[in-house]
């Protein structure tokens, strides 16, 4: 079964946008056949929902989704191939940041549209 590994501990930088991780954290895919690691100290930004969104699904810091969107924004800074881990492609992080929602008690409808989204306006943030 699909599951997060770990707890989510963020600590919030002064930038007022974005917090570290304060103890690794991952996520265990059935669905993609991997787990996805997120180091210490990494800085996210909560998937940078735009504010027009939050009202429909809530704000990225306290959002039921904020857990996923710590792994998602994970693999879009580090989906390279190196020699101890598989590439990721940007659709198959995009499809394990829907499945980690609903892992994790986001209603299917809030999941889809937040992943829809992420489909659409994702490539400015995935880095190559």
């Known amino acids: ?14 930038d007022g946008k974005t917090w570290k991780l304060q103890h690794p954290f991952a996520y265990q ?13 990494f800085e996210c930004d909560f998937a940078s929902i735009p504010r027009l ?13 904020r857990r ?7 693999m879009y ?5 190196t020699l101890t881990r598989h590439a990721i492609s940007r659709a198959e992080a995009d499809g394990l940041f829907y ?4 892992c994790d008690g986001v209603g299917w409808i809030n999941a ?4 829809k989204a992420v489909r659409l306006g994702g490539w400015v943030s995935w880095k190559e």
């Open 1 to 14: 079964m699909s599951r997060f590994i770990g707890k989510l501990v963020l600590e919030a930088l002064p």
């Open 29 to 41: 895919s059935d669905r993609y056949k991997r787990t996805v690691r997120a180091a210490e100290d």
């Open 53 to 65: 969104f939050w009202r429909a699904i809530g704000p990225p810091a306290t959002g039921r989704y």
């Open 68 to 74: 996923a969107a710590v792994i998602h924004d994970w």
């Open 77 to 81: 800074c580090n989906h390279v191939q």
């Open 99 to 102: 499945e980690a929602m609903i």
């Open 112 to 115: 889809w549209l937040i992943y």
